[in-house]
């Protein structure tokens, strides 16, 4: 793929649309797999990243989750939230639900 992205909200920074039916609270991940386009075509479909249509994109699959397992070739780079690091080859990427305390000051 162009693109292969998890995502559990629906934007990426800058208003970037990725994922338009993502839910942080769903118990599910959204799989985004973006299949090769030309410059033309993805200079012309760029607008939909930006009004939540990216979905309608015949190149664009999304499916929703709660495990996926990427194997690669070789270990490699990814980011994970923006931030570049490297990775082995066989990723395991899935929900952990509850997993995160949140605390909020009181009012």
């Known amino acids: 793929p162009m693109l292969l992205s998890f995502a559990n909200l629906p934007e990426f920074g800058v208003h970037a649309t990725i994922a338009p039916n993502a839910k942080p609270?769903?118990?599910l991940i959204?799989?985004?797999i973006?299949?090769?386009v030309s410059?033309?075509?993805a200079i012309v479909h760029l607008p939909k990243l930006f009004t939540g249509q990216i979905d309608r994109l015949?190149?664009?699959e999304i499916y929703q989750v709660e495990k996926a397992e990427i194997l690669r070739?070789?270990?490699g780079p990814i980011h994970t939230d923006g931030d570049p690091h490297m990775e082995s080859?066989?990723?395991t990427i899935e929900v952990l639900p509850k997993a995160l305390t949140i605390?909020?000051?009181g009012q």
């Open 73 to 75: 070739d070789s270990e």
């Open 34 to 36: 973006l299949q090769p």
């Open 58 to 60: 015949p190149e664009m």
């Open 30 to 32: 959204d799989l985004c």
């Open 39 to 41: 410059l033309t075509r």
């Open 103 to 105: 605390a909020v000051p």
């Open 89 to 91: 080859a066989r990723l």
């Open 25 to 27: 609270d769903d118990g």
